[in-house]
């Protein structure tokens, strides 16, 4: 019912809006011919009829008052037969509510009859209560919130006589708990939560009878903590516990037979440290870091035996020096600073012999490095200041190779960074500023060819830009500014390119209007009786329209020209 009323509403808000614009419109339009419509003997009919017959007249008329907007006489006629329908709709409409009431009643008592779920009777309570005041419904409304209980309790009682999981029974016991009111679910909730811990608990003492590892038995000593005060849960908890250092302790163990290296001891050590207090743990972890001694000593005694350089045995003693209480480590210790010496003697000659051999400036620059490394031996700090001096000069000879064959201002920028990187040698510095300058030469010639090939605005705008870069330089500045003018130049003609013709189209508007002629006389004459001044008016108005747009199209014009002065000026 109140479906039927809103799309009677919908219509009649429509059809009230349509004929007000259309009204406010007829009074502006030239009075047309009152021609015969055919489609008006629609409602020439028998009006009486059911609601939905009337609703589609209605729908019909709206159809065609939009179809008829532009003829007044037409419309009123129109909105007169609306006016008709409106009333006639109001009135069919007053007669069917009660039997609509009476048909949706019996439908749902049928329903009531057949339903069988919960929320079978939960909607039907619902749809009871909505038409509460209409005969029993109130009283129905409730009887279906009661067979609803009914049925769901029956259901969960099904349910929980067949639920086997801890998760089924805590599912149910929080179902009864919502109707905890009703009956005795009050007491089957609280049994659901007995029988999960009791399956829960059944569950956890099966996983420990079948546990392996360490993670397994702790685990299950959280679980069984969670529930300490079920049965013996604390009990069991402890043991698992117990169960789980034991496991772990056999798997320390097997790891320490078959350790081999100083890292796999010393990780044992640490962790039979971790559980000190249990059985041998003390012992074992003591064992481990003698262990962890025994197999360092073995691998720095075999790295000796096979050490060369300077650099190994001064490593070795280093190392021997670390654990010097431990068997004869002291002893080795000296001796690898012995041979340490005897190294670097070997090693400052094979530095002389690359010396003399040498060719590079990154061989010299490598040199220098190594004999600054041993600088307190014999004479390397003064051997490596010469080959810093030799690395120098066969850098500036090459600097100077690569300035004779540079051509692109990149390149000579780059030789000045470089030469400017050593300006205390020779005449790097004057080098460095001779190349900066050429760069500068370089760079101002590209220029200038680019300026004179260039087309576009965009291309001399560029090339400004760049001239601006090295202001200053030679008449830089004049050119970036002929650039700047260039291209103003080629951006005004653009934009008279593209003004000329909406000029010359609101010139020739304005001189067809001023241009007399004969169809023009002819119609003037025409409405001379009529509205001769009203259409005077009307002309002069569109003429100073036409101006109008002209003079706003002039200042958008001169505003974009000035925009593109001031934009590229500003560069």
């Known amino acids: 019912m109140d479906k039927l009323f809103a799309e009677y509403n919908e219509v009649s808000q429509e059809l009230e809006t349509k004929i007000n614009e259309l009204n406010s419109e007829i009074k502006a339009l030239i009075e047309k011919d009152n021609e015969v419509i055919e489609e008006f003997d629609l409602w020439n009919i028998d009006t009486t009829g059911d609601w939905e017959a009337t609703l589609r007249k209605m729908k019909e008329l709206a159809k065609l008052t939009q179809e008829h907007s532009h003829n007044e006489s037409r419309l009123k006629e129109l909105q007169n037969k609306r006016d008709s329908l409106n009333e006639e709709l109001k009135n069919l409409l007053a007669v069917p509510i009660e039997q609509k009431a009476e048909v949706y009643y019996d439908s749902l008592v049928k329903e009531m009859q057949s339903a069988k779920s ?22 129905l409304a409730e009887k279906c919130k009661e067979l609803a209980k009914e049925v769901y ?7 929980m006589q067949s639920a086997k999981s801890e998760y ?88 320490m037979q078959s350790a081999k290296s100083e890292y796999e001891y010393t ?95 990154q061989e010299y620059t490598a040199l220098a490095n190594k004999f600054s490394n041993i600088n307190e031996y014999k004479d390397c700090a003064a051997l ?67 300026m004179q090939s260039a087309e576009s605005e965009r291309e001399y705008i560029a090339v400004a830009k760049r001239f601006i870069k090295i202001y200053g330089y030679k008449d830089c500045t004049a050119l970036a500014e002929k650039c700047k003018e260039l291209a103003i130049t080629l951006a005004i003609t653009k934009l008279d390119e593209e003004y000329k013709p909406r000029f010359d189209s609101i010139d020739r508007a304005i001189a067809e ?27 002069e108005q569109e003429l100073q329209e036409f101006n109008n747009r002209k003079s706003s199209l002039r200042s958008e014009y001169e505003k974009k020209k000035e925009g593109v002065r001031t934009n590229y000026q500003s560069l």
């Not at 309790?153 to 349910?159: A, G, T």
């Open 118 to 139: 919960k929320y079978e009777y939960t909607a039907l309570a619902n749809k009871f209560s909505d038409i509460s005041e209409y005969k029993d419904c109130a009283a």
């Open 513 to 539: 209007m001023q241009m007399p002629n004969k169809p023009f006389l002819g119609s003037l004459f025409t409405f001379l009786q009529k509205d001769y001044d009203k259409k005077v008016q009307l002309y």
């Open 384 to 450: 490596a200041e010469k080959c810093k001096e030799l690395a120098k000069e066969l850098y500036y000879d090459l600097l100077v190779k690569e300035m004779q064959s540079a051509k692109s201002e990149q390149e000579y920028t780059a030789l000045a960074n470089k030469f400017s990187n050593i300006n205390e040698y020779k005449d790097c510095f004057t080098l460095a500023y001779k190349c900066k300058e050429r760069a500068k030469e370089v760079f101002y010639d590209s220029l200038v060819k680019e």
């Open 267 to 361: 990780a044992l050590a640490n962790k039979f440290s971790d559980i000190i207090e249990y059985k041998d743990c003390a012992a074992l972890a003591e064992k481990c870091k003698e262990l962890a001694k025994e197999v360092y000593y073995d691998s720095l005694v075999k790295e000796m035996q096979s050490a060369k350089s300077e650099y190994e045995y001064t490593a070795l003693a280093n190392k021997f020096s670390n654990i010097n209480e431990y068997k004869d480590c002291a002893t080795l210790a000296e001796k690898c600073k012995k041979h340490s010496k005897y190294a670097k003697e070997l090693y400052y000659d094979s530095l002389v012999k690359e010396m003399q051999s040498a060719k590079s400036e």
């Open 153 to 159: 309790y029956d259901s969960l009682v099904k349910e």
């Open 168 to 255: 089924e029974y805590t599912a149910l016991a929080n179902k009864f708990s919502d109707i905890s009111e009703y009956k005795d679910c009050a007491a089957l909730a609280e049994k659901c939560k007995e029988l999960a811990k009791e399956v829960y608990y059944d569950s956890l003492v099966k996983e420990m009878q079948s546990a392996k590892s360490e993670y397994e038995y702790t685990a299950l000593a959280n679980k069984f903590s969670d529930i300490s005060e079920y049965k013996d849960c604390a009990a069991l908890a402890e043991k698992c516990k117990e169960l789980a250092k034991e496991v772990y302790y056999d798997s320390l163990v097997k790891e």
